[in-house]
T-cell receptor, first 119, second 113 residues
Framework: EAQVTQNPRYLITVTGKKLTVTCSQN?????MSWYRQDPGLGLRQIYY???????DKGDVPEGYKVSRKEKRNFPLILESPSPNQTSLYFCASSLSLGGGRAGPYNEQFFGPGTRLTVL | SQKIEQNSEALNIQEGKTATLTCNYTNYSPAYLQWYRQDPGRGPVFLLL?????KEKRKERLKVTFDTTLKQSLFHITASQPADSATYLC????????????FGKGTRLSVIA
């Protein structure tokens, strides 16, 4: 089944304790992205990756890191989490147009979400 | 800075009527505009995509229009059903992939039987 998986689904942690949220897709998509969703603020892009070893900042990258060593995986790293990073996080992937035109030009497939609470 | 607005936070309509949701944007030149449906606690699900050179797109009871002059997209659900109740999000997709993608805050649609 074509899907995007995220782990963990729920996480409660304390300020400053490094954590990683994993994201994996089995659709051979080039484009992957991380979003956070907060009440009243909507879905905001944190980081995105157009292909392996290519990552770029989205609208709200502060306090986050990502890596794209393999096409299928795109982990989100919080080196020193703070309470303002309490949020619902979504990973998404998309097939690019081809011909070198990478980007979310087709539908994005979203993961089930990770609800993170930082105390 | 770029801005995207969806007409209202919440919209209530009677079953069988047509729901119309609006997405307006400024300071942005999208190549595509996407619409998603999101149910509580779940990830968004793709519905429709429309390109800047397309005026209208249809899929079953859904219709999307895109007016780059007005900088506006309209999303219609005809013959609405209670099962259509959800939050609907629009997203602006840039011309070049190496530019952030921007989502609206969403409109929560409630279809009343």
């Amino acid at each position: 089944e074509a899907q995007v998986t995220q782990n963990p689904r729920y996480l409660i942690t304390v300020t400053g304790k490094k954590l990683t949220v994993t994201c994996s897709q089995n659709m051979n998509h080039e484009y992957m992205s991380w979003y956070r969703q907060d009440p009243g603020l909507g879905l905001r892009q944190i980081y995105y990756s157009m292909n392996v070893e290519v990552t770029d900042k989205g609208d709200v990258p502060e306090g986050y890191k990502v890596s794209r060593k393999e096409k299928r995986n795109f982990p989100l790293i919080l080196e020193s989490p703070s309470p303002n990073q309490t949020s619902l996080y979504f990973c998404a992937s998309s097939l690019s147009l081809g011909g070198g035109r990478a980007g979310p030009y087709n539908e994005q497939f979203f993961g089930p979400g990770t609800r993170l609470t930082v105390l | 800075s770029q801005k995207i607005e969806q007409n209202s936070e919440a919209l209530n309509i009677q079953e069988g009527k047509t729901a119309t949701l609006t997405c307006n944007y400024t300071n942005y030149s999208p190549a595509y505009l996407q619409w998603y449906r999101q149910d509580p606690g779940r990830g968004p699900v793709f519905l429709l995509l429309i390109r800047e050179n397309e005026k209208e797109k249809r899929k079953e009871r859904l219709k999307v229009t895109f007016d780059t002059t007005l900088k506006q997209s309209l999303f219609h659900i005809t013959a609405s059903q209670p099962a259509d109740s959800a939050t609907y999000l629009c997203a602006l997709v840039p011309l070049w992939g190496n530019t952030p993608l921007v989502f609206g805050k969403g409109t929560r649609l409630s279809v009343i039987a």
